[in-house]
């Protein structure tokens, strides 16, 4: 039996959208057709950030502190924070992460020395506050975040996301149509949506040898 000896199957966007009408028993016949489904596309993508880890989107930074400042700026594209390490003369030391209330509740936020604990301001520019306050300039901070999953924006393009999530990115735009267009099936799109989406996170945290998982403190707001 001679077989295909490929594995490059790539879906566009385009491509996405169009399996998905089909699945809500409709097609695509307009230019707003594609522009409210590529809407309904991002929203997803926004939705799978606030679901938690997805480990393709973990990435790490190394950040040399500077003394007398605690508050390190990240790039807008940081969804979340899951591990800081302080780097000293090639040793490394876990750090806490705290509660904007427990930050709040230090007395004097102006002690100096190798920091121990941060708190992870996420505003629309998110910033990592330390304490103690970096005491040198020649510290190190190794952090590792969640990174925004790239936006779904013209119909050629691909999309941002591993093969194994293909079923899943597929269902949940099914889904999110029909909420607009195809009510009726609605529940049996949502019940597939969060079966493909189970499964796809299962698989993407299920072997990682990586250690990164969240603490209590990052259920915290």
């Known amino acids: 039996m001679t077989t295909s000896n490929s594995r490059d ?9 169009e399996e998905a009408y089909e699945r809500c028993g409709l097609e695509v016949r307009t230019g707003y057709d594609a522009r409210t489904a590529r809407r309904s596309l991002n929203l997803m ?14 990435n790490q930074e190394l950040v040399t502190l500077t003394s007398g400042t605690a508050a390190i700026t990240v790039s807008d ?11 000293r003369s090639s040793t490394d030391y876990d750090i806490t992460r705290i ?9 004097n936020k102006t002690t100096t020395g190798r ?9 629309i520019t998110p910033i990592i506050n330390l304490w103690p306050v970096p005491e040198n300039s020649t510290d190190q901070i190794l952090y590792y975040y969640v990174r925004r999953i790239q936006d779904a924006d013209t119909l050629v393009n691909t999309t941002d996301l591993p093969f194994r999530f293909y079923p899943c990115m597929v269902a949940g735009l ?31 945290e299920g072997r990682t040898p990586l250690k990164l998982q969240p603490s209590i403190q990052y259920l915290r707001v």
């Open 45 to 58: 993508f926004a939705e799978w950030a606030n679901r938690g880890l997805n480990l393709w989107t973990v």
């Open 77 to 87: 594209d940081v969804v979340d924070i899951l591990e800081v390490i302080v780097r």
């Open 99 to 107: 509660s904007r209330g427990e930050y709040g509740t230090i007395a």
């Open 115 to 123: 920091p121990s604990q941060y708190f992870f301001d996420r505003q």
């Open 9 to 17: 199957f790539e879906l566009d966007v385009g491509e996405i959208i």
């Open 174 to 204: 099914s889904y999110y149509l029909a909420m607009k267009r195809a009510p009726e099936r609605l529940q049996m799109l949502k019940v597939v949506y969060e079966e493909e989406f189970q499964r796809a996170s299962d698989e993407d």
